[in-house]
């Protein structure tokens, strides 16, 4: 690259740019001026223009000038009060534009498949090499949209990392959505730029336009199946299910994808398809980690784990949160959310079947790698209730209380409804935590909201409840 002021040639295109925008002039008019710059205030004379740029042509030094006009009035330069090109009298030109950035060691297109391959092995410690590597191929081109379209699945990542916690990191969210809306705007003809800013919307509670986003890369590029996954997860019920179906048409072994399939036949109350679906992805779970596949499936032990525990099976669910919480430490970018999630379903479980004190180290050790995580602190509260220890209650009723409001604030309204109902019923308060439930399938826009409650370990109570039939078909409803 060769910067100068405002611009930048590229010398593999001959492209001419300032700012975000290309400037109108031909190729060998770019490679003369990159000429010239590049010598950094030497006089290139006219005879060596000539033989450079019209080798074996008989043409005459009126055909220089005017290429040197045009030149100039490309980039907003006089020749009498110059900025940039100074003709040295009947000599030739001169760069005099202060010292110009030229050359680089980036190769953008090699750092672009660093950063891709970095992302795809889905490894959390590979996510700041690739957000670098997009960085630098943008900072090359700043008109290639692939690159701002990797950025943005780079900052997405990032931003997932921090999703389990109480306060998710927002920042990185938006600075997702500008990049994403930086390569549709250069590219609009980018599926990846449609899809992943479908994908950042969803994930900011804006489904619509989400689905649009996603829907709009489907229809550029269909036989993508990155993303009609990401349609997937943006949509719901019945499209959520023929999306799933096309990504592993086309791609068979993705796994992730037969967990959104499997969120909606629990949400529909169709366990044992859930149950196979879960089981599909637990089997490809174990194969990623031993053959080091890209794009490895994670959660879906938790998965298989809760549905085996809402069919009585205890001991297998815990044998499968275990398998999810061994499989954290392979560092995958969702691997410490679903341990955590292991961890807390293994802690209700534990409880479920009278091992207080399993229950008790399993909710420690979630709070442990997440802090003030909202359904540990829900089973923390249980244990002490079970103690009978006042002041113990009264400190964990007030963390149960401080992590409801936290997930308020950051606008989690369905993940703080469960927490309440969960909260309901460490009280003894079953019809309260039906009635909580019911309110937010009720109030909650149309998507997941609720899915997981048929399975939930911290609600299992709920399934003994005479309220159950409608608040399980409501869900079901929602799922249609």
């Known amino acids: 690259m060769i910067r100068f002021g405002s611009f930048q040639i590229d010398p593999r295109t001959w492209l001419l740019t300032t700012g975000d925008r290309a400037v109108d002039l031909s190729p060998r008019l770019v490679e003369i001026l990159g000429h010239i710059v590049s010598r950094d205030g030497e006089i290139v004379t006219k005879d060596e223009l000539l033989e450079r740029f019209w ?11 005017r290429a040197i006009a045009d030149i100039r009035k490309s980039i907003g330069d006089d020749a009498g009060a110059p900025r940039y090109l100074e003709t040295a009298s009947r000599r ?7 010292k110009p950035v030229i050359g680089s060691e980036v190769d953008p297109f090699e750092e672009w498949v660093k950063g891709r391959l970095a992302l795809d092995s889905l490894d ?14 943008a900072a090359e081109l700043p008109r290639y949209a692939p690159a701002h379209a990797g950025l943005a699945n780079a900052y997405l990542l990032q931003y997932e990392k921090t999703r389990s916690g109480r306060a998710p990191d ?6 997702a959505m500008q990049a994403a809306r ?3 705007t250069i590219d609009p003809s980018l599926g990846e730029a449609w899809a992943v800013l479908g994908y950042l919307l969803c994930a900011a509670g804006k489904s619509n336009e989400g689905q649009a986003a996603a829907r709009r890369a489907t229809a550029l590029e269909p036989d993508n199946w990155r993303h009609h996954y990401r349609l997937a997860y943006g949509a719901w019920g019945e499209e959520r299910l023929r999306a799933v179906d096309r990504a592993l048409t086309l791609m068979p072994g993705f796994a992730p994808a037969r967990m959104l399939a499997c969120m909606v036949f629990v949400a529909r109350g169709t366990i044992d398809r859930a149950e196979r679906e879960a089981s599909i992805g637990a089997d490809a779970q174990r194969q990623h980690q031993s053959d080091h596949t890209p794009l490895p499936a994670v959660g879906h032990h938790w998965l298989r784990g809760m549905i085996l525990g809402s069919k009585g099976d205890a001991v297998a669910a815990l044998a499968s949160f275990d398998e999810e919480i061994a499989a954290a430490s392979h560092g995958h970018v969702y691997g410490g959310e679903f341990a955590v999630n292991a961890h807390v379903a293994a802690g209700f479980t534990h409880l479920s079947i009278g091992n207080v004190p399993a229950a008790s180290a399993a909710f420690a050790r979630a709070l442990e790698q997440s802090p003030g995580h909202p359904k540990a602190s829900v089973g923390e509260y249980a244990i002490a209730i079970r103690s009978g220890d006042q002041a113990a209650i009264d400190r964990a009723r007030l963390k149960v209380t401080a992590a409801t409001e936290e997930l308020i604030r950051v606008d989690r309204h369905a993940e703080s409804a469960l927490v309440t109902a969960g909260q309901n019923i460490v009280e003894g308060n079953i019809k309260d935590a039906a009635q909580t439930l019911d309110g937010l399938l009720t109030t909650a826009p149309a ?8 399975i939930d370990p911290m609600l299992a109570a709920i399934r003994e409840d005479p309220g159950k039939p409608a608040l399980f078909a409501k869900l079901a409803q929602r799922a249609a």
Not at 55 to 65: A, K, R, S, Y
Not at 170 to 175: A, P, Q
């Open 182 to 184: 930086e390569a549709s």
């Open 55 to 65: 080798p074996d042509v008989h043409v005459t030094e009126n055909t220089l000038t």
């Open 447 to 454: 998507g997941p909201s609720g899915w997981i409650i048929p």
């Open 92 to 98: 030739g030109y001169r760069f005099i534009g202060g």
């Open 124 to 137: 959390s410690a590979k996510l700041e090499e690739a957000v670098r590597a997009f960085e630098r191929t």
């Open 170 to 175: 927002r920042g990185l969210l938006e600075r």
